[in-house]
């Protein structure tokens, strides 16, 4: 009688084991599932840029040979002459990355070209704001000096330029980005514009 109590027993404890197992493995899922419905913050992507490769045409209407690149256009008066200083003022506008560059073309003589690349070295000093900058200086063939300063961090001018051949001739600029102010997601266009400006002052010719 014992031998069958004990089989009976041990049928009955095999017969409920799964159940627990079971259970507890229901109880473990639910317990995951509740975890997953937690909401968490996501992280802000920034917009992404689609850059475009440079072709390059030559400027109209300018003394001076002057190349930009084919997805860029000229706004406002890109024939304003103003009497008191002989300088023309254009604004060469990147419609894909919505940014401008603002560019002046000044004729000087002996006399006054050295107060014109002294007036116009402050300004780039007092736009780049006191933030660490690259300086890229170049010499072109054409005999033009032209200094690059790349201010990464300044949200509102990051690449500012200056050229000129000592003579007759000084041109500054300065790119404004309008839409984009987060350092990382206007990197791509201030790397593109860049990398026209340095074509453009290259070939830049009287």
């Not at 940014?99 to 050295?114: E, G, L, P, V, W």
Request: charged share 20%; glycine share 2%.
């Amino acid at each position: 009688m014992s031998k069958k109590r004990d089989c009976r027993f041990s049928t009955a404890v095999f017969t409920i084991l799964p159940i627990w197992v079971i259970a507890m493995a229901l109880s473990l899922i639910l317990c995951e599932c509740s975890d997953n419905n937690v909401a968490t913050p996501r992280r802000k992507a920034f917009p992404r840029i689609i850059t475009h490769d440079s072709t390059f045409y030559v400027m109209e209407n300018l003394p001076i040979h002057f190349e930009i690149s084919k997805i860029a256009s000229i706004t406002l008066d890109s024939a304003s002459v103003s009497s008191s200083n002989n300088s023309r003022w254009i604004n060469i506008y990147y419609k894909p990355y919505n940014a401008t560059i603002y560019c002046t073309f000044t004729q000087a003589d002996n006399a006054s070209i050295k107060e014109v690349l002294s007036n116009r070295s402050e300004r780039m000093a007092l736009n780049s704001g006191g933030l660490t900058s690259e300086l890229i200086e170049l010499t072109n063939a054409n005999k033009f000096y032209s200094q690059i300063l790349i201010t990464e961090q300044n949200k509102v001018t990051p690449i500012q330029f200056l050229s000129t051949n000592n003579q007759n001739w000084v041109i500054s600029g300065a790119l404004c980005i309008d839409k984009y102010k987060n350092i990382d997601s206007i990197r791509p266009v201030i790397n593109v514009v860049k990398r026209d400006i340095i074509h453009s002052l290259k070939t830049i010719n009287q």
